[in-house]
């Protein structure tokens, strides 16, 4: 208490730049809004409807890939930057699958897509998984008692390394994905809802509930939440922190799978680069909702996809990203722990 | 602690082996064989690797195709050289200067092809023109690399006196300027489709802004309107459904983009599939394979514009053609620069012809290759017959419109005309 | 001059494995002599790129010990570094050159390079302290966090505010270097003159003012280090509560390591725009950043050789290995005599072709092998290879940040 103290007496040489710069981010900020508000308003209800319904869905597919990065963050405090690439990975892999399992475009929304896609989806989340495993044991495990760094720049080495697999499978090109679901919609208020869209954004609620789920009541799920809070006394206890952590990088590797394959569904193209600026937004929506916490990575995924389709659909889309990194300064200046809270930060 | 330093050390020799190998080798390009006078190289710079590489390779394969068929020039053995300008998984004008430094560096090369961004081109054109070292480019076509305008200085920051510190001009290119090429689709959507609503798009770099904001132009002087304007950043935008939902709702008739097929230039048009059925136009960028396989089954009805004149149209191109692909196989080897490049390497190397033959058969000075190149008068390529003004820009660019037909669909040639002149 | 060969002396009597610093100064203090004139010897005359291209390292030299004042002294992980490179650069391109006659003020500006180097300095450390003021609350990753979203606006700005900076296009034709007078003689091809105003073009010319400004900035943080300020940097790195209780004022104390860290990235901006001639927004990305984080801790976080030799290697690696890789494979193909590698056949695009396709996949493995091979860098400062060898959980002493001097 006595540093917060002196903290709090000299923290009076940076005060005054610091309150000038924080009070000119929010005017903008307000102004932005105001603008937003009045253009929101002019171009009537059904277009709103539209653009929320394309920013759920897309904040769904970011939701996926942020909570991989929660998880592993809120367990041994890495970014671990390769896991924009694994989603990708997912991608690549299930659009190596379809064929294998009979799919191809000309099966597109009939029903008989289902119980295929569904083996698609179970295996590519399952092979992500088991690659995910592997990275950690090679690149990750040795180095947990390395200064803190080291791994961090293994997951960027493994990041390369990711695309560079991808890169040399398909090339630099953008890679077609089949549009395998059905392209009607249900109308809504003037908005037209896809059956994808309404795809997206169920699929991804079950799994997040899932994992929620098993987080919250399973043996696995309990380890990893000890291990999360104190490493040492976890072992002390009796549990295997190798297996945990390895559980914990499987799982998030699971849903980057899902999301890769979901993503492919959705916008029908991959690229091999498309982690690097994926796994970007992704982390930085498990910040947005407070890192290492599971429902705030799902909330944040969700509002960068609102906040990205609201500003596509309103403003000058040019400037959508420096928004959203905006309000993502914002909310740690003002929230340090995010929306809705993380482990207290202590290094 | 000892052992420690010891794998610090070793590592540091593992680099400094590499080091020395690659200097070793760089340098081991020589020999030539007995029987020839010495060895020419054409030298090449693109983005060949990273997210750029879908615009770069398949043109560095037309200019390496272009060196492998003429074999030998005058007796003297041709050799291809390719450099990447891509650093950090983006083009780098950086690293393109420090590519024309080592091209300048090494006698045997007596000019170069590229580069394919304008801003890499900025930063070599200086270069290479203190040491009058010929530059061709297939793909630049900011028009303030060679033109001077007023709005250039304001643009750009540069002109093109500015950018050639010797007064003599060393850069030259055979794809019409953007000048052209925005109006060109502007007055196609106008004229021939009849449709005066357009929403218009652009990946926010140096081609794809520069062509659709002289589209912008051009529609308005026609009468139209552009009722949508929207500028991306196109690594990290997935969904351009927004835009096209308020595209649509704003009344347009056709959309227009300024991008490439490393830019997701034919992304959007998937997406227009169940919200905005209308034509969508696309500049060279996008006519390509490429550009078809990313439409998905939205690809028919698509219009683009390409710079110069289509190789399928030159009955003389087609045995070139089938060379080419015989070379390489791979469709996506080909791509809208693929033949412009090809050509530019052979105007290269027919200057460096005539050059040898004005230095009485002797290795020509990369002053005479200059000059050469800038004396080349109709020459036959495999995308049209090329002049050079004094600029540095083909005489009467080409402009050819294509169209999205068939089953499969692919890329029909719907007309040609020349431009400027 | 006296204290310049006692120091000298030192080094020369110091054990090398004891202090390898010294050794590894001596050598590179050798080498930056020796390499021009190597280069020109080896090449017969036609180095000069290479000398150019050495110039151009310098550059990521300068930008590694200025992260590494924020890194590896104070310990707050920067992610967005490259945001201050831009700043520094952009700087330079509003201050010399014709560009802002175009923008709203009408009137352009052209500051001789010297003075530039100040104004971009101090441009990039206002950024760094606008940066750090409302941020300085936040502890650890979370500041990383804001950085990097401070790396992603900055270069979005620039790019976006076209009215100002002429957006993708960039500027171009900025101001080349100039000494107000310069003797031209036979060593410059010249007869024997006195020349006004004399424009810098010759890359030896540059690889000179880096190699000064490299060692102007080495001598600053030497110094910045064994200050007072380094030793608070270094408590509020190891423990900022306990350094905050001793009475460090933690919030200045950062706020200065971002400032002071920036501002190197100032003298790089400056030096890279004035060589270049030209700045493009889409260069200074968080690739960039995430380069020169690698160069700091793949070095050796913390020691100022360490953080020079890794800078010296990445950059090698980057800009020398990996594109001129196609190439040295196929000739070495052909010098082993397996040409038929080369050419291509079927779904097999020739070895060039291959290679070219590895590069990611090369880049990432030499990453993750060094780092597994060396997680303390390649030459960690000796305090933190202790820690180390101690462990990280272990108490770290406090007093051996005074005990270490170079």
Redesign the interface.
Same mark, same amino acid.
Do not use: C, W
């Given at each position: 208490m006595v540093g917060s103290l002196k903290q709090a007496r000299i923290a009076f040489v940076g005060a005054p730049i610091g309150r000038l710069v924080n009070l000119l981010v929010i005017l903008a900020v307000l102004y932005a809004i105001f603008i937003l508000a009045t253009k929101i308003f002019a171009q009537g209800p059904s277009y709103f409807l539209q653009i929320l319904t394309f920013g759920v869905a897309n904040g769904a597919i970011y939701a996926l890939v942020a909570l991989g990065y929660t998880m592993v963050y809120g367990i041994i405090e890495l970014i671990n930057f390769a896991h924009g690439d694994l989603f990708t990975l997912g991608g690549f892999i299930s659009v190596f699958l379809l064929p294998i399992f009979g799919l191809d475009a000309s099966k597109a929304g009939t029903p008989g897509i289902i119980l295929p896609l569904l083996a698609v989806f179970i295996v590519t989340m399952l092979i992500c998984g088991a690659i995910n495993v592997t990275i950690e044991r090679v690149a990750y495990r040795p180095l947990r008692h390395a200064p803190r760094l080291a791994p961090l720049i293994t997951a960027v080495g493994m990041s390369f390394v990711l695309e560079g697999v991808m890169f040399l499978w398909k090339g630099p090109f953008n890679v077609p994905y089949p549009n395998l679901l059905p392209t009607n919609g249900i109308v809504i208020g003037g908005a037209t809802i896809g059956v994808k869209d309404i795809f997206v954004i169920v699929v991804a609620a079950i799994l997040m509930i899932v994992l929620a789920l098993f987080v919250s009541r399973s043996t696995l799920g309990k380890a990893m939440r000890a291990t999360a809070q104190d490493q040492d006394a976890t072992e002390l206890m009796g549990i295997d922190i190798n297996r945990t952590i390895a559980a914990t990088f499987f799982i998030g590797a699971v849903l980057a799978g899902a999301g890769g394959t979901i993503f492919g569904l959705y916008y029908n193209t991959l690229v091999f680069d498309l982690g690097f600026s994926a796994g970007l937004f992704a982390f930085t929506a498990a910040v947005f909702g407070g890192i290492g916490n599971i429902q705030g990575a799902a909330l944040g995924g969700l509002l960068i996809g609102l906040i990205t389709a609201l500003w596509d659909g309103y403003m000058e889309s040019t400037w959508t990203q420096v928004i959203i990194f905006a309000i993502l300064i914002l909310v740690l200046v003002f929230r340090p722990t995010g929306l809705l809270g993380m482990r207290v930060p202590e290094k | 602690m000892q052992r420690r330093w010891y794998t610090a050390g070793a590592i540091i020799a593992g680099f400094a082996m590499l080091a020395t190998a690659c200097t070793g080798g760089a340098g081991s390009t020589a020999g030539g064989g007995g029987t020839t006078k010495g060895e020419i190289i054409i030298a090449s710079d693109q983005p060949t690797s990273g997210g750029d590489a879908s615009d770069g390779l398949p043109a560095q394969n037309g200019i390496q195709f272009a060196v492998e068929s003429a074999g030998s020039i005058k007796g003297f053995k041709l050799t291809f050289k390719g450099w990447d300008d891509t650093v950090n998984g983006t083009h780098d004008p950086q690293k393109g200067a420090q590519n024309i430094q080592e091209m300048i560096s090494d006698a045997k090369i007596l000019g170069m092809i590229g580069p394919n961004n304008s801003n890499v081109a900025r930063a070599m054109i200086p270069i290479a023109n203190r040491a009058s070292f010929t530059m061709i480019s297939a793909a630049n076509t900011n028009e303030c690399l060679t033109q001077t305008f007023a709005y250039c200085e304001a643009d750009t920051g540069t002109t093109p006196a500015k950018l050639r510190p010797n007064g003599v001009n060393n850069y030259f290119r055979v794809a019409a300027a953007d000048t052209f090429q925005g109006p060109a689709a502007a007055d196609f959507v106008v004229d021939t489709l009849k449709l005066t609503k357009v929403a218009v798009w652009s990946d926010n770099e140096t081609f794809g802004k520069g062509v659709a904001d002289k589209f912008t132009a051009e529609i308005t002087k026609k009468g139209g309107t552009v009722v949508l304007r929207q500028d991306f950043d196109t690594k990290t935008t997935n969904d351009w459904k927004p835009f096209l939902t308020d595209a649509k709702n704003k009344g347009a008739q056709a959309v227009y983009a300024g991008a490439t097929s490393g830019t997701k230039i034919c992304i959007p048009r998937a997406q227009m599939k169940g919200i905005l059925d209308a034509p969508y136009l696309v500049p060279d960028g996008g006519v390509n394979s490429q550009c078809i396989k990313d439409a998905a089954d939205n690809a028919a009805n698509l219009y683009g514009t390409v710079a110069a004149a289509d190789a399928n149209q030159n009955p003389d191109a087609k045995a070139t053609i089938d060379a080419f692909t015989k070379r390489f196989p791979k469709k996506e080897d080909v791509g809208s620069y693929t033949f412009p490049a090809m050509d530019c390497a052979n105007i290269l190397i027919d200057a460096i012809g005539r050059a040898i033959d004005a230095n009485g058969g002797n290795m020509p000075s990369r002053e005479q290759v200059r000059a050469a190149v800038a004396a080349t008068k109709s020459f036959k390529g495999t995308t049209g017959t090329y002049t050079f003004d004094a600029n540095g820009d083909p005489t009467s660019p080409t402009m050819a419109i294509f169209q999205t037909k068939g089953s499969p669909l692919d890329w029909v040639f719907v007309k040609q005309f020349g431009v400027g002149g | 001059m006296r204290g310049l060969l006692s120091r000298l002396g030192s080094i020369l009597e110091s054990d090398p494995?004891k202090n390898?610093n010294a050794v590894v100064y001596l050598v590179l203090a050798v080498a930056t002599i020796a390499f021009p004139i190597g280069v020109q010897v080896?090449?017969r005359g036609?180095?000069?790129?290479?000398i150019?291209?050495a110039a151009?390292a310098g550059v990521y030299i300068l930008l590694a010990i200025g992260l590494n004042v924020v890194?590896g002294f104070a310990g707050l992980?920067d992610l967005g570094y490259a945001a201050f490179f831009a700043i520094g650069a952009y700087t330079y391109?509003f201050v010399a050159?014709?560009?802002l006659?175009?923008t709203p003020i009408h009137q352009a500006l052209h500051i001789p390079f010297w003075i530039a180097l100040l104004v971009g300095m101090f441009a990039a450390a206002g950024a760094g302290?606008?940066l750090?003021?409302?941020?300085?609350?936040?502890?650890?990753?979370?500041l990383?966090?804001?950085t990097?979203?401070?790396g992603?606006?900055v270069p979005? %700005?620039f790019?976006?505010a076209s009215t100002w900076t002429?957006?993708?296009?960039? !500027?171009?034709? *900025?101001d080349t270097p100039a000494l107000p007078i310069w003797l031209n003689g036979p060593w410059s091809g010249d007869a024997l003159a006195i020349v006004q105003n004399f424009k810098i073009?010759d890359?030896l010319a540059y690889y000179v003012i880096m190699a000064i400004l490299v060692a102007i900035s080495v001598l600053l943080v030497n110094n910045l280090r064994r200050s007072r300020m380094g030793r608070a940097w270094m408590a509020v790195r190891e423990d900022?509560?306990?350094a905050?209780?001793m009475?460090v004022?933690?919030?200045?104390v950062k706020?200065l390591a971002f400032s002071i860290g920036a501002a190197f990235s100032g003298f790089a901006g400056t030096f890279?725009g004035a060589k %270049?001639?030209?700045v493009?927004p889409?260069?200074f990305?968080?690739?960039?950043s !995430?380069?020169i *984080?690698?160069m700091v801790?793949?070095g050796g976080?913390g020691n100022i050789p360490g953080v020079i030799?890794g800078a010296l290697?990445i950059y090698?690696?980057?800009?020398?290995?990996?594109?001129?890789l196609?190439?040295?494979a196929s000739?070495?193909a052909n010098?082993i005599g397996a040409t038929s590698l080369n050419s291509?056949s079927?779904?097999w695009?020739g070895l060039?072709g291959e290679v070219?396709?590895?590069?990611?996949?090369?880049?990432?493995?030499?990453?993750?092998l060094?780092?597994?091979?060396?997680?303390?860098g390649?030459?960690p400062s000796r305090q933190?290879?202790e820690?180390?060898?101690k462990?990280?959980?272990d108490d770290t002493t406090i007093e051996d940040v005074n005990a270490e001097t170079t």
């Open positions: - | - | 494995r390898p080896a090449t036609s180095g000069s790129f290479l150019s291209q151009d890194v992980l391109a050159s014709d560009h006659e175009f302290a606008i750090g003021a409302p941020t300085l609350r936040l502890r650890g990753d979370y990383a966090i804001v990097l979203g401070f992603e606006i979005r %700005l790019r976006n002429s957006g993708v296009n960039g !500027i171009s034709a *900025l073009i890359p900022e509560v306990a905050a209780a009475g004022n933690t919030v200045g706020l890279y %270049l001639s030209l493009s889409e260069n990305g968080f690739t960039v !995430i380069t *984080l690698i801790v793949l976080m030799v290697l090698y690696v980057i800009f020398n290995i990996l594109p001129g196609p190439q040295q000739d070495f010098s291509p079927g779904d695009p060039a070219q396709r590895l590069k990611y996949l090369i880049f990432g493995l030499i990453l993750v060094t780092m597994l091979l060396r997680p303390q390649l030459l933190r290879a820690e180390l060898q462990g990280v959980h």
